[in-house]
Structures are given as structure tokens and as C-alpha cells.
């Protein structure tokens, strides 16, 4: 199975590799809202919801059987560090909005978890191959203190934009606000113009 490389994303935002204000680290620090949630298998569901075609419900088998791709990625965390060439296995967001079916007043994605966390972005930021499901990290299955069994990455955001153990996705025809965003978290969260909080 090849792996896509899309380190070079920076790119697209007039940027270097290293976002402003961001410090290079071989660690990966943990950081979460709330302690580890229990994963059971026999009881986890994904749903899709809200503005599609047809909502759908996955058990983690049926999840596993979806269509996968490896990445080579960047993640930049708000925090301050950034961790390159990270290589992520999972299910790219469009596979899932092509399932479901968009409607086509959906504008925005609100993403939820396990740990009652949410976050949202613009439909159009989710419609890349590059925002994926993730479910192995680095050739291995995703360390539940990572957001394993699943968790989302969005390598063109900080990585609060990315929910971990993510249980759900539901389509808006308004834009509505997560966890961090209702609490002063930039809502755009572009790295290269270092959107980190809101000013307003």
C-alpha cells in the first residue's frame, strides 16, 4: 500500500513547513479535554446526520471495511509545537460525505466524540482527502490516548480542529460552534496565519 505524502500543504498557504510561532518536536505530547473514554467494540457506533441523503450507522466492523489510505502528514498542535511526518491510515472524509449524500443547503460539519467533545468546520475544509478517520498511527493501530479507536486529522488546522475518538459526524445548513471555538478558540484555526484564538 503506497503512502500519499501531503507535508508539502503548507503551500497551498503561502508558508513554510513550520508555522509561525510553532517549535519542531519528535514527541507527540498528549493533550485532551478529559480523561481516556473506554472503547468497547461490541458497542461503538459512527453516525452520519443532519443535512445528507440517507444517515448512516456503522459498527466498528463495518467501519474497518470502509476504504482506507495511508498519509504522510504534518500536525500542528495550538499549543506550540508541531510533530512532521506523521504516517496516518484511516477513511478521508469524502468517502463518508459521498455515502451519506450531501444535501445541498450542508455548509458546515460538526464533529462529535466519545467524550462529549465537538468541534466544527466549514464543509468545504472537510471536503479534502487530507482530512482523514483515523484509525493506525505510524503502522500500528491508534493509541487511545491519541483518540484511538478513531480520530480525525486535519493537517491544514490545528489539531484541535481534529476530534478525538470521534463517534460522529452531522452535516449543518448553518455553521454552529464546538467545544473550543464557544470558548474563545479561533473558529478558522489556519496555522500559518497563527488563527489562534478569536480577538473579538
Known amino acids: 500500500m503506497g503512502v500519499r505524502d501531503v507535508t508539502d500543504i503548507h503551500e497551498e498557504f503561502d508558508g513554510e513547513r513550520l508555522p ?3 517549535r519542531e518536536t519528535d514527541r507527540f505530547p498528549v ?4 480523561e481516556t473514554p473506554d ?3 461490541d458497542d461503538w457506533e459512527f453516525t452520519v446526520r443532519g ?5 448512516l450507522t456503522y459498527s466498528w466492523d463495518e467501519f474497518r471495511e470502509l476504504p482506507t489510505e495511508t498519509q504522510r502528514q504534518d500536525f500542528h498542535c495550538v499549543t506550540g509545537w508541531s510533530r512532521f511526518d506523521n504516517e496516518f491510515r484511516g477513511v478521508p472524509f ?9 444535501d445541498d443547503d450542508a455548509v458546515h460539519v460538526m464533529f462529535g466524540a466519545m467524550d462529549g467533545y ?6 468545504e475544509e472537510c471536503m479534502r482527502r487530507e482530512v482523514l478517520f ?3 498511527f505510524d503502522g500500528d493501530p491508534l493509541p487511545s490516548d491519541h483518540g484511538g479507536p478513531l480520530r480525525v486529522v486535519t493537517p491544514h488546522k490545528y489539531a484541535y480542529k481534529g476530534a478525538k475518538w470521534v463517534d460522529g459526524v452531522t452535516l449543518l445548513t448553518e455553521p454552529e460552534r464546538g467545544y473550543w471555538e464557544k470558548r474563545g478558540y479561533s473558529n478558522t484555526a489556519n496555522p500559518w496565519a497563527e488563527d489562534r484564538y ?3
Open 20 to 22: 509561525p510561532g510553532q
Open 31 to 34: 493533550l485532551s479535554l478529559s
Open 39 to 41: 472503547f468497547d467494540p
Open 51 to 55: 443535512a445528507v441523503d440517507e444517515e
Open 94 to 102: 469524502p468517502e463518508i460525505a459521498e455515502r451519506a449524500g450531501v
Open 118 to 123: 465537538s468541534t466544527n468546520l466549514p464543509l
Open 134 to 136: 483515523v484509525r493506525e
Open 198 to 200: 478569536t480577538t473579538v
